[in-house]
């Protein structure tokens, strides 16, 4: 698949780390979109669409319920017993079974209304934590707030078959790299916190942080990626590998981006506006630091 975005570079770095992350950028743009910039855009990323050949590569078998929630600022809701609610919301990709349906509305259930002792002793059979936890991080590292993190959507939820457990895969991260206006400035966003990386109340996140056990083991993991694959010294080393490639198709996209005499699209410009790449880099690793 074929996405594109005016800050070309920063999708490629946001490839780069999340992919080593263990982590993919995902969307679906539309097919008459393609159409067009295929002819004029040098600057092209090729993406992974989340499908049964993607879920069965990853996960063994692609037959699980598929979820693209929206709207879900907050997280998984529960919205009573009614599937008709849920369809609306969380959105599944493929047809449920009734076994599919029941394990989602009680996932809700449990986080929206368990009590404290009940959710402790009972999320790790619904949801696989680590790889929540592992989720959040790359998320809070990259601070992408047009996510999970800000208003509960660009992501797939997943019921695995073998677990019958819920796995949360990202997509569409363009806009990572402290670049969506909507819930602070660059300079704001470069500073999120990592104990707290969510816009407002989510009530999953809130209740998993406030267990200690899950709370310990999201800083180990926070602290590992940093040390790791979140070094300024290796992002900077992608970036120096990315600029070289990019500076003639870049200067060819800014050309045909003006001969079409398009608007700049939702967000009057906010993509010009974000704080570019090397800065990003080096004040983020510098803030994760301090929190550390």
């Known amino acids: 698949m074929l996405q594109w975005h005016g800050g070309s570079l920063s999708i490629k770095i946001v490839v780069v780390i999340t992919t080593r992350f263990g982590f993919l ?19 092209q990323t ?5 499908n049964k050949v993607f879920l069965k590569r990853h996960f063994g078998d692609g037959t699980g319920l598929l979820l693209k929630p929206e709207g879900l600022q907050g997280g998984p809701t529960f919205l009573g017993s009614k599937w008709t609610a849920y369809e609306q919301r969380f959105r599944p990709e493929n047809s449920p079974t009734n076994k ?4 989602l ?3 809700a259930d449990l986080i929206s209304n368990g009590t404290d002792a009940a959710f402790e002793k009972e999320i790790g059979l619904y949801l696989d934590v680590e ?32 677990s019958n457990k819920f796995v949360f895969i990202p997509w569409d991260l363009d806009l990572s790299l402290a670049t969506w206006p909507a819930v602070g400035t660059p300079e704001q966003l470069v500073q999120l916190s990592i104990e707290h990386p969510h816009a407002g109340q989510n009530k999953l ?13 999201y800083l180990s993991i926070v602290k590992k990626m940093n040390a790791t694959n979140f070094t300024s010294g290796r992002q900077l080393d992608i970036l120096e590998q990315i600029q070289p490639l990019l500076k003639e198709p870049l200067a060819k996209e800014k050309q045909s981006f003006a001969s079409r005499k398009e608007g700049m699209g ?27």
């Open 25 to 43: 950028a995902i969307k679906r743009p539309k097919n008459g979109r393609i159409r067009e910039r295929l002819c004029d855009s040098p600057t």
């Open 46 to 50: 090729l993406v992974e669409q989340v």
């Open 100 to 103: 599919q349906k029941k394990r």
């Open 105 to 107: 509305v009680e996932f």
């Open 131 to 162: 790889a929540f936890l592992k989720f959040i991080a790359a998320n809070a590292l990259l601070s992408n707030l047009d996510s999970y993190l800000g208003f509960g959507h660009n992501y797939y939820l997943y019921l695995v078959p073998s």
């Open 205 to 217: 996140l809130d209740r998993i942080l406030a267990v200690g056990e899950y709370k310990e083991q």
């Open 266 to 292: 939702f967000g009057g410009g906010q993509f010009g506006q974000s704080m570019p790449p090397r800065r990003f880099i080096v004040e983020r690793t510098q803030s994760i630091a301090a929190q550390l």
